[in-house]
């Protein structure tokens, strides 16, 4: 049987300085995002490393505010309202996916304005880049051991940890499920699929429903929050109500982006 291994908090310490987990996490998920944003920016036409200096700043930005905002709105609300500074300490852990999603759509319409781009775009642009920040934050989830899984059925299942902070129950490890769908299975999904010439919107539509269908799926492995339990039908998390929206839209946006066939790069490039 797995035993989750008790990580300090601290990754690093220079001096004064300490450096948590998730924090450094946060900082290996933007470095790559804008290595391989400075990669695609080679092959595509009207990228300059400047603009992808900015829009990996403007999506930071978008990450940190919506994140946080979105956990504090979906989660714990009540928790912001007996101590609002706790909405600051980000370091504690406490992100929403789907408020930074939210938060980094807002900082792409910005970026986009300011260079005179249409949203999907900067959306196509960047969102084969969003993967592997997804995996950062998901491996960051597991070493501060929140988020855990359900307890497993089978006790003979070789991937049953024991999470000595929450329980002496085998459980799954949810967090590596997602750090493996969201993160690596679909950046793989999208690198190789927007390789290619896409309509417009069309990238933007696989991120959505790639990422909508790994979430859906693995929350059936993952702990539904203490406060929140299952919301709907005796099975439905608050994880998968938000991601069910996310497959819908994705499929009507790739039904749309090939009807109307608007190409921003390649032989198709519309003039």
Known sequence: MLVFPEFDPIALSLGPIEVHWYGLMYVLAFLTAYALATYRAKS???????MVSDLVFYGAIGVILGGRIGY????????FLSDP???????????????GFIGVMIA???FARKYQKTAFQTLDFIAPCVPTGLFFGRIGN???????????ENLNYPLAMIFPHVDNIPRHPSQLYQALGEGILLFILLWWFSAKPRPRMAVSAVFLMGYGLARFFVEFFREPDADQGFIL????????????PMIIIG??????AYRRRIY????????
């Open 85 to 99: 500074v706790w909405l600051f300490k980000v370091w504690t852990g406490g992100m929403s996916f789907h408020g």
């Open 44 to 50: 595509r036409d009207g990228w300059t490393a400047e």
């Open 72 to 79: 504090v709105l979906f989660y714990e609300f009540n928790k």
């Open 142 to 152: 597991f070493i501060g051991g929140e988020l855990v899984g359900r307890p497993v």
């Open 264 to 271: 921003d790069w390649g032989p198709q490039k519309n003039t």
């Open 251 to 256: 499929m009507w946006m790739l039904w749309y």
């Open 233 to 244: 039908l005796g099975w439905v998390t608050k994880g998968q109500l938000l991601s069910f």
């Open 108 to 110: 792409m319409l910005f």
